[in-house]
């Protein structure tokens, strides 16, 4: 069976992502039609060696993998360091090609890593969670956090292919798959009422990792982010609307020191924060507002966040990397399928939507 195919394109070229079950097994095929180097560098982290290891080194015989650990705490200027040192090491040049195999955590660090090392070399996805398959993978955007806040040391760096595979997903745990659906949730929200309702009637089928609606959520998801990342890639305007639960989301990931809440989770926070917003101004109806919060609910129990203060948290927001100029750009929705940009949003709105997920004055 032929995977599906969205190309993106970016300023310097247009390329690939391939989505389809069995596509690792077949990995060197793929990267051949991409018109990968044969200079091959890969990194993945211990645990996702652990259950695909095999597979890969079956598909890459003569690639030796760097292995670095996964997660918001390793992503880091530390962690890019450990990748120059190997590539270094390895006598990589501007022929090499490097591969990304794991999370958006791991793909954000080794896709900045490829961006500045020899000032760029080729990069490729192999994304292994939901998240990075719908979202991260895909796009260009790449780098690390800094103590201060999340993601403000990067680059656009667009990959030359991603691939995408849904078998990868079988040993994500239960948890982290729930946490790439609140990027597809968003998806939907800000651009498709047809894949918003999709994961309301599939949401089973989907828990159960039935190939053929994973294939069609990711590929629904890729298509999005490609319209809108042609349109505008570095973020100056309707690529904003990708930021839909994020100035919140971000805020709850930095105050909680990345260690409680995965990034979709602080996402799905992020969305109710932003829904009540909308509905207070009188751009979300009751109906829209009503089944974003029950489609989140029925995903499962996010962490509480009850034990955190809004000074905290406001404090984290007012350093967003969407700041411009003194004002935060924030994305609303005026109903499932449409996002809006708005700068006026106060001091005073963001408390009242961190009182209705639950942060305490």
Avoid at 77 to 85: A, G, K, P, Q
Avoid at 160 to 178: F, G, M, N, S
Avoid at 274 to 295: E, F, I, M
Avoid at 301 to 308: C, K
Wanted: net charge positive; hydrophobic share 40%.
């Amino acid at each position: 069976m032929q995977p599906t195919r969205i190309d993106v394109s970016s300023a310097t070229h247009v390329y690939p992502v391939f989505v389809g079950a069995g596509l690792v097994d077949d990995l060197s095929h793929w990267l051949s039609i991409a018109k990968v180097s044969r200079n091959k560098f890969l990194v993945s982290s211990p645990t996702v060696w652990k259950h695909h290891g095999e597979t890969l080194s079956t598909a890459l015989p003569d690639v030796e993998p760097l292995l670095i650990q996964d997660g918001e705490r390793s992503k880091t200027l530390h962690t890019v360091s450990r990748i120059y040192e190997s590539l270094i090491l390895a006598a990589a040049d501007r022929q090499t090609t490097v591969i990304a195999v794991g999370g958006g955590v791991l793909g954000d660090t080794v896709g900045f890593a490829a961006a500045t090392y020899l000032r760029g070399v080729d990069l490729v996805h192999i994304p292994t969670t939901l998240l990075s398959q719908v979202d991260s993978a895909v796009g260009g955007k790449v780098g690390v956090n800094h103590t201060l806040g999340k993601n403000l040391i990067g680059a656009f760096h667009p990959p030359t292919t991603v691939i995408a595979d849904p078998k990868l997903l079988d040993t994500l745990p239960r948890r982290e798959l729930r946490a790439g659906l609140y990027e597809v949730v968003k998806y939907g929200v800000i651009a498709s009422r047809p894949l918003f309702e999709l994961l309301v009637a599939d949401l089973p089928r989907i828990f159960a990792r039935q190939p053929e609606v994973l294939i069609e959520i990711i590929a629904a998801s890729c298509r999005i982010k490609a319209d809108i990342v042609a349109a505008d890639e570095r973020e100056s305007g309707r690529r904003r609307v990708l930021n839909f639960g994020h100035t919140v989301g971000h805020a709850l990931e930095s105050v909680t020191r990345y260690r409680r809440l995965r990034h979709g989770e602080a996402v799905g926070y992020g969305m109710l924060a932003a829904a009540q917003l909308a509905k207070a101004r009188g751009l979300l109806d009751k109906s829209d507002h009503g089944a974003l919060n029950d489609l989140i609910q029925r995903m499962g129990p996010l962490p509480s966040v009850t034990d955190l203060s809004q000074s905290q948290l406001l404090d984290v927001v007012r350093r967003d990397k969407k700041v411009v100029s003194g004002r935060l750009h924030f994305v609303l929705t005026s109903g499932i399928g449409n996002a809006v940009i708005v700068d006026d949003v106060t001091e005073k709105d963001i408390r009242f939507a961190l009182q209705t997920i639950g942060v305490r004055d």
